[in-house]
């Protein structure tokens, strides 16, 4: 199983980026998604999950209104539009796999992970 992340980068404070996470060698229409983020130094935080058909998104606070998680069955990707950036969404952002889609927020619950790709905010 492979998930592959991308569309990280360097962008201004209220700017937008789009990240990508294609996965392979897994069934994914039968897997919930999820994006995490980890600071430097801090511990990996749910940001936003999506279940198997898309129908249902979950996001944290933080990011609520400004983030867009969705998904495309067909490509096996999940993406996350992220808008409206501010220095502190500066991380590293990551995709992970979830069979059991009751736990979306919770990273130990997560089945595969992804890579990560660096997010970086400048003010």
């Known amino acids: 199983v492979q998930l592959q992340a991308s569309g990280g980068g360097l962008v201004q404070a209220g700017g937008s980026l789009r990240l990508s996470c294609t996965a392979s060698?897994?069934?994914?229409?039968?897997?919930?998604m999820g994006w995490f983020r980890q600071a430097p130094g801090k511990e990996r935080k749910f940001v936003a999950g999506?279940?198997?058909?898309?129908?249902?998104?979950y996001y944290t606070d933080s990011v609520q209104g400004r983030f867009t998680i969705s998904r495309d069955n067909a490509k096996n990707t999940v993406y996350l539009q992220m808008n409206s950036l501010k220095p502190e969404d500066t991380a590293v952002y990551y995709c992970?796999?979830?069979?059991?889609?009751?736990?979306?927020?919770?990273?130990?619950?997560?089945?595969?992970w992804g890579q990560g790709t660096l997010v970086t905010v400048s003010s």
């Open positions: 992970a796999a979830l069979k059991n889609g009751r736990w979306v927020r919770f990273p130990s619950k997560y089945d595969y």
């Open positions: 060698g897994v069934t994914f229409s039968t897997y919930s």
């Open positions: 999506i279940n198997w058909s898309g129908g249902s998104q």
